[in-house]
Structures are given as C-alpha cells and as structure tokens.
C-alpha cells in the first residue's frame, strides 16, 4: 500500500488539483517558514517566495516515497527561489540606480479608478472587506490577522489572494 506522501506526490504529478490544494494547506506553514528563515525579510516578500515556490513545485514534482525526502526537496525548493528573488531584487535596484534625475513621478491615482475599486470592494462579502480592510487600511501582519481571526495563516492569505485576483480580473475587464 503506497504512503500519503507517495499518493499526494503522485497525484499532484498527474495534474490533480484537488491534491495540489490539500499540498497548499498541509504545506503552506512550513514552506513560509522556511522562506523566512532564508531570506529574513518581511512577510510580503516570504509569501512571495511561497507563490513561487509553490508554482515551481507544482511545475516539477514528482512521486516521492517517503515525507522525509518530499520535506528535503521543498526546503530545497524554497531556498532556490529565495535566492532568486532576491537576486532578481538586487538587479532590480541597480538598474532603478540608474534612472536619470528628474525623470517623470509615478502619475497621481486615477480619482475614477479609486472610486470604481473602492465601489467593488464594497459589493464583496463583508468578511473579505473586513479582512482587505485589516491588511490594507490597518497593515495588519498575515500572522497578526490568522492569530486575532483564529484561522490558520494558509487560510487568510488564500482569501485574500483570491479576493484580489477577482478584483484584478474585473479591473482587466472594465477599466481602460
């Protein structure tokens, strides 16, 4: 009889994404733990490192015996990506080092769009609102957020990832 971990790696293998979301909810704190631990940046930045890390994962995974050997890889994983990014940081910064002086601002918000968005947010649940409200408004911590709701980290970041996704798709939509 195959192990768990050997029936989930499989499965996520095959391209089932049932498996992939009891991956994300079994393995989410462990690998924004371990996106803390090589980057020691903020949390913006780990979950960052857990997006992509997640999606590498997902790309490239293979059937895996034993929950020792999957643990070894995604560290591996993790640490990768983190160093990635923050390379892909570093370049980035040199080369914002280089815009010339008096280069134009960033252009004020469109008052239209603000309006529109703040219109959206409104029509979601009230419990989306109130959690976009603590992270944006308040700049509430994932972690702060997950202790004070008493839902797991995994949970509140997937709520708003999606919430925001459904906003940027609408945004994509019906604003020019």
Excluded: N
């Amino acid at each position: 009889m195959p192990h768990a971990t050997q029936k989930l790696t499989a499965a996520m293998a095959a391209g089932d994404a049932a498996a992939v979301e009891v991956f994300y909810r079994r393995y989410f704190p462990s690998l924004y733990t371990q996106a803390q631990r090589a980057t020691r940046r903020d949390e913006a930045f780990c979950l960052d490192v857990v997006q992509e890390s997640v999606l590498r994962i997902i790309r490239s995974i293979r059937p895996v015996a034993s929950e020792a050997q999957l643990m070894a890889w995604l560290q591996l994983v993790v640490r990768t990506t983190a160093y990635d990014l923050l390379r892909a940081e570093r370049r980035r910064r040199v080369r914002e080092a280089l815009v010339p002086v008096g280069a134009p601002a960033d252009p004020a918000p469109d008052v239209e769009q603000l309006a529109w968005l703040k219109d959206q947010i409104e029509r979601l649940d009230p419990q989306l609102v109130h959690l976009i409200e603590l992270r944006f408004t308040h700049q509430w911590t994932l972690a702060r957020m997950a202790e004070c709701l008493g839902l797991p980290l995994g949970t509140i970041d997937g709520r708003l990832r999606r919430a925001l996704g459904q906003l940027r798709q609408r945004a994509r939509e019906t604003l020019p």
